[in-house]
């Protein structure tokens, strides 16, 4: 029965009339707390995923204060607080905006930006992404049109390498030697232009889809007036390129390259097909060009302990990943080799050798109210040796921060668990796995293509 998995009939998700999104955003950000089963939640943008000292140490004491003690890191790079007390809203502003990590109250959820995390370290990729990082930053924060946006709108800046490239963000940019391809959703099409002008384009692009979302709202205004919600924000037609209609998401790019034009930019198609594996950092050290070394390491279901947090951001430069891992930058090799030793033994994955590479899951419970099983706590009695491909668990049909590319599909259903095979948008014939952990596990691993 498991060897059905291997093949990909079904589709994902069937075609649908798009339809647009008629309540409000309701994603959490620093100042607009999510109430959990566990408490109140915040969720931290930091674009780019990089952290100065004082901004990781801030994030810790934040935790500590405040939270469960345990920093959550998200799929986008980004971190959680959880636990948190329903007044903790006005001292924890306090508190990052101190550290610098609210740089504007009013656009503090729409700086979802991912960046190659190894970017500017090891001279793979094309070009190092961090001025675009800052730039692209500085114009969000700097633009009126840009609150608008959904907390769950995503930009990605790509070096050239492919890494964040595949994790379906709404705008990428890719470096692509002197010149920056920018895609806009998921088509193989992109727009070269001068890499100088890369966050000046996302900007315009950006300001394209938000009228694009305005004018699919409009369109579907009867639809909207007959939702219970009764108020919709300006804008929230679409909260992602993928929620436009077919053809109006073709014209966006089109509506894109002709603003550009406007601006006097010489903008030119090109085709370039979106990577179908995700690439994220290896664990390990890694060795950069000026002679350092920095250190990419997993962290199991993304969870860190104040002691982890401590280690990690106490050694120098920091950069999360849209992988649930960190980076720790430019390291004399003798401190490298220390503190990987140390990582290691405090629980984190420094090697392709840990029973944790390549999983994951989301809250699950007793932290989230829709889920129907503590998946964390499934997902580490299941966990053993390394699979060939990575595993997601899920409480729920949500699948709240589930990996892009391929990856085995593990979800919680009232009867017990699915497993199934994702590649991309298609999902192999799943199996159906009751109650039974030992037989849950060897599931998942049969699937995961274990390897001995």
Known sequence: ????????????????????????????????????????????RIPGGILTPCQAKALGDAAGRFGDGELHLTSRGNVQLRGLAPDAGTALAGLLSRAGLLPSARHERVRNVVASPLSGLDGRGTMDVGPWLDEVDRLLCGSERSTDLSGRFLVALDDGRGDVETLGADLTLIGHRTEALLRVGDGETVLRLPASEGPRATLTAVEAFLDAAESFASANEADARRSDEGSRPAGSGAWRVKDLPGRTADALHAEVARRLREEGLPVVPATRPRPSEASAPAAGPVAGTDGTISLSVG???????????????????????????????RLETGRAKALLGELAEAGLITGPDSPWSGVGACVGRPGCAKSLADVRAQAGAA??????????????????????????DVVALPEGHRVSHVRGDVTGRPVTVGDDPAALAAAVAAARGTLT
């Open 383 to 408: 966990a053993g040796r390394v699979g060939r491909l990575p595993v997601y668990w899920s409480g729920c049909e949500r699948r709240c921060g589930h990996p892009h590319g391929e990856w085995i």
């Open 299 to 329: 962290v199991p279901l993304g969870r860190l302990s104040q002691d982890q947090w401590g280690l990690l951001s106490g050694a120098g430069g920091l950069r999360l990943t849209p992988w649930r891992g960190a980076v720790v930058t």
């Open 1 to 44: 029965m498991l060897a059905a998995m291997s093949a990909f009939p079904l589709p994902s998700r069937s075609p649908a009339v798009a339809r647009p999104r008629i309540s409000g955003d309701a994603c959490p950000g620093a100042l607009r707390l999510h109430r959990a089963d566990d408490g109140a939640l915040a969720r931290i």
